[in-house]
Every structure is written in structure tokens, then in C-alpha cells.
């Protein structure tokens, strides 16, 4: 019982800590997830994007391509807590000593690290988009950037929500690494409660239930609107609009 109470203790005590905590981990994690979706898209669409004719653009075509290639084996093949370590100080190291501002620093980290990973996610999904898709655009006189804007990538980003949702996931997580340089999330906050309560598994016990909680709740809710997302139980196609005889009544396998 005496345990029980040192757990209620520490959550009454230092609530005010821990939902600042959460609310860092949740604001680096989610801003991380969304801005390494948008840097995946960008890479994404620009691997995928045929050569060009044009000699110049052609080698320039070639060089983006290895950059972005070098990135996404970098950041994929080393540790984020190295990498933060690498990015803070080496910033701090080239402006002679002058650092980042921490939460942001967090967020650069994060949505540079998911950039890397989002990057093959959306090549992935876009390869995976029948080639017909391309044609018919085309055939419509659509460039490859309309096509990409307003037919390949809307499915692309269906198709591709499972995976985002799981970097969001683990960026929840992995954002408890960023204590290395100092940064203000959950896991900070913890080393602090328990130097202040010397309760060190009564806080690490409440600290791993609250991420818990949170991986819990958020993939709960992504699943939702997957399901949303992937419409009606059964649909009615209609070959016909003045023929009923021409509806094709079609029901979702399990």
C-alpha cells in the first residue's frame, strides 16, 4: 500500500511537471511527424519525377537525387540521440558557441530524423500507384507535377496513412531522447521528479503509464479515421443514370 501512495504522491505533487512534459513531447512529436511528411512528399515526388530531355536539368536532376539519397542513409542508419548531439553542438560549434533555442532544436531534430523515413514511405506509395494513373493524366494533357498534385498523391496519402501514424507513434516515444541536449519533454521532467523525490521507480513507473497512455489514445483515434477514411461497408455503383437495372451493388471483403 505504502507504494501505491508514493505513486498517488508523486502525481499529485508534480502534475503541474509532467502535463508540461506532455505537452512538449506532444507539441515536438506532432510538429516533427507533420513537417517530415511534408519534407517526405517534397524528396518523394522528386525521386520519382522522370529525367528530363534537357542536359542541365538533366545532371542537376541526378545530383538532387544522390543528395537526397545520402540523406535518407544518414539519418535512417544512425541513432537520434546521435544525431541531436550532432545537429545541436554542431550548430552551437559553427556560430562560435551561440545554440538553438531547445524546443525548437527538438523539432528540427525530429522532423529532419522523420524526413528520412517518410522520404521512402512516399516513394514507396508512389511506385505502388498503377501506372495507368500517370497515363491517364497525361493522356489529358496533365504535366507530371499536375498529375502528382491531383491524382497521385491524394491516394498516395490514403494509401500511406497507416505508416504516418506509426512515426507518429514512435516519435512520441523517441522525443525522450532529445534530454540529452536538454530539451523540456516528458522524460526530462522525469529525471527532475525523481532527483527532487528520490522515488526513482515510483517515477519512472507513472512516467512510462503516461506513455503509455498517450501511444494508447493516439493510435486508437489514427485507426478511427482510417476507418473513416476507407468509406461505407457497401457501395452502389451506377453504369446508368436513367437505368436502375444498371446498378452494381458491391460489398467490402473483411
Same mark, same amino acid.
Given at each position: 500500500?505504502?507504494?501505491?501512495?508514493?505513486?498517488?504522491?508523486?502525481?499529485?505533487?508534480?502534475?503541474?511537471?509532467?502535463?508540461?512534459?506532455?505537452?512538449?513531447?506532444?507539441?515536438?512529436?506532432?510538429?516533427?511527424?507533420? #513537417?517530415?511528411?511534408?519534407?517526405?512528399?517534397?524528396?518523394?515526388?522528386?525521386?520519382?519525377?522522370?529525367?528530363?530531355?534537357?542536359?542541365?536539368?538533366?545532371?542537376?536532376?541526378?545530383?538532387?537525387?544522390?543528395?537526397?539519397?545520402?540523406?535518407?542513409?544518414?539519418?535512417?542508419?544512425?541513432?537520434?540521440?546521435?544525431?541531436?548531439?550532432?545537429?545541436?553542438?554542431?550548430?552551437?560549434?559553427?556560430s562560435g558557441g551561440k545554440t538553438l533555442p531547445?524546443?525548437?532544436?527538438?523539432?528540427?531534430?525530429?522532423?529532419?530524423?522523420?524526413? #528520412?523515413?517518410?522520404?521512402? @514511405?512516399?516513394?514507396?506509395?508512389?511506385?505502388?500507384?498503377?501506372?495507368?494513373?500517370? =497515363?491517364? #493524366?497525361?493522356?489529358?494533357?496533365?504535366?507530371?507535377?499536375?498529375?502528382?498534385?491531383?491524382?497521385?498523391?491524394?491516394?498516395?496519402?490514403?494509401?500511406?496513412?497507416?505508416?504516418?501514424?506509426?512515426?507518429?507513434?514512435?516519435?512520441?516515444?523517441?522525443?525522450?531522447?532529445?534530454?540529452?541536449?536538454?530539451?523540456?519533454?516528458?522524460?526530462?521532467? #522525469?529525471?527532475?521528479?525523481?532527483?527532487?523525490?528520490?522515488? &526513482?521507480?515510483? &517515477?519512472?513507473?507513472?512516467?512510462?503509464? @503516461?506513455?503509455?497512455?498517450?501511444?494508447?489514445?493516439? &493510435?486508437?483515434?489514427?485507426?478511427?479515421?482510417?476507418?473513416?477514411?476507407?468509406?461505407? =461497408?457497401?457501395? &452502389?455503383?451506377?453504369?446508368?443514370? *436513367?437505368? *436502375?437495372?444498371?446498378?452494381?451493388?458491391?460489398?467490402?471483403?473483411?
Open positions: 500500500m505504502e507504494f501505491f501512495r508514493d505513486v498517488f504522491n508523486i502525481v499529485v505533487k508534480y502534475y503541474p511537471n509532467l502535463l508540461r512534459g506532455v505537452g512538449y513531447t506532444m507539441l515536438i512529436a506532432l510538429t516533427g511527424t507533420l #513537417a517530415g511528411l511534408v519534407i517526405g512528399l517534397a524528396t518523394g515526388v522528386i525521386r520519382t519525377t522522370p529525367l528530363s530531355k534537357n542536359g542541365v536539368v538533366r545532371v542537376l536532376q541526378k545530383i538532387l537525387n544522390a543528395v537526397i539519397a545520402v540523406y535518407v542513409e544518414i539519418f535512417r542508419g544512425t541513432p537520434m540521440m546521435v544525431q541531436a548531439m550532432v545537429i545541436y553542438w554542431g550548430y552551437a560549434f559553427a531547445l524546443i525548437p532544436s527538438g523539432i528540427i531534430i525530429v522532423s529532419i530524423n522523420t524526413g #528520412a523515413y517518410m522520404a521512402e @514511405i512516399v516513394r514507396g506509395g508512389i511506385i505502388s500507384i498503377d501506372k495507368g494513373q500517370f =497515363e491517364g #493524366a497525361s493522356s489529358i494533357g496533365m504535366s507530371h507535377w499536375q498529375s502528382m498534385y491531383a491524382v497521385i498523391l491524394p491516394q498516395v496519402l490514403r494509401n500511406i496513412l497507416p505508416s504516418v501514424s506509426n512515426e507518429f507513434v514512435i516519435n512520441i516515444k523517441d522525443t525522450s531522447v532529445l534530454n540529452v541536449i536538454g530539451v523540456t519533454e516528458l522524460y526530462y521532467f #522525469a529525471g527532475i521528479i525523481k532527483r527532487q523525490s528520490f522515488q &526513482t521507480f515510483q &517515477t519512472y513507473l507513472v512516467v512510462c503509464v @503516461i506513455y503509455f497512455i498517450l501511444t494508447f489514445t493516439v &493510435t486508437r483515434l489514427l485507426r478511427l479515421v482510417e476507418t473513416k477514411l476507407e468509406g461505407a =461497408e457497401n457501395y &452502389t455503383v451506377f453504369g446508368s443514370q *436513367s437505368d *436502375s437495372a444498371a446498378e452494381i451493388r458491391i460489398k467490402k471483403e473483411a
